[in-house]
């Protein structure tokens, strides 16, 4: 099915709801990319974590921007992902239908974690990575989603 076809399949499912539907989308598909990002375990490295070492600090860096990519560092971890699900959730716009939205994490080695490895720890927490899996599961984050605005 071409991409104009789907969205005009979705637009017809979610009729005048298309910006509760796209913001719920946007916003469940974040949180599966923030839980499923790995929060460093050091019992399973087979190397010793630097002195101080907390994990959570690529679960931290997961945003939300509107229109064009937000390629800042946010400092600090987030172990439970709840602080970047809820920053995700406060920037998804009430009017987030016809807009164009980036999820993105601007850390330099986010892109090892997504292929199924950590930078320094040789063990495969997310040995399927995080992003990939969210986009397979985006149709059912769209059907979910309209579902519960036709209610």
């Known amino acids: 099915m071409s991409f104009s076809l789907d969205i005009a399949a979705f637009a017809k499912k979610a009729g005048g709801n298309a910006d509760q539907v796209v913001r719920k989308v946007v916003i469940d598909l974040g949180s599966s990319i923030i839980m499923r990002t790995p929060v460093g375990n050091p019992s399973l490295w087979k190397s010793k974590p630097p002195k101080g070492y907390a994990g959570g600090h690529a679960r931290a860096n997961w945003s939300h921007s509107v229109g064009a990519l937000d390629v800042k560092e946010i400092p600090g971890i987030d172990p439970s992902g709840s602080t970047a699900i809820g920053r995700i959730t ?34 495969l927490q997310a040995p399927n990575g995080m992003v990939g899996l969210a986009l397979v599961e985006f149709r059912s984050f769209v059907n979910q989603a309209v579902a519960g605005v036709n209610r």
Do not use: C, M, W
């Open 90 to 123: 406060a920037s998804v716009p009430a009017q987030a239908g016809g807009k164009v939205h980036f999820i993105q994490n601007s850390l330099p080695y986010i892109q090892v974690l997504e292929d199924g490895r950590t930078d320094h720890s040789g063990s």
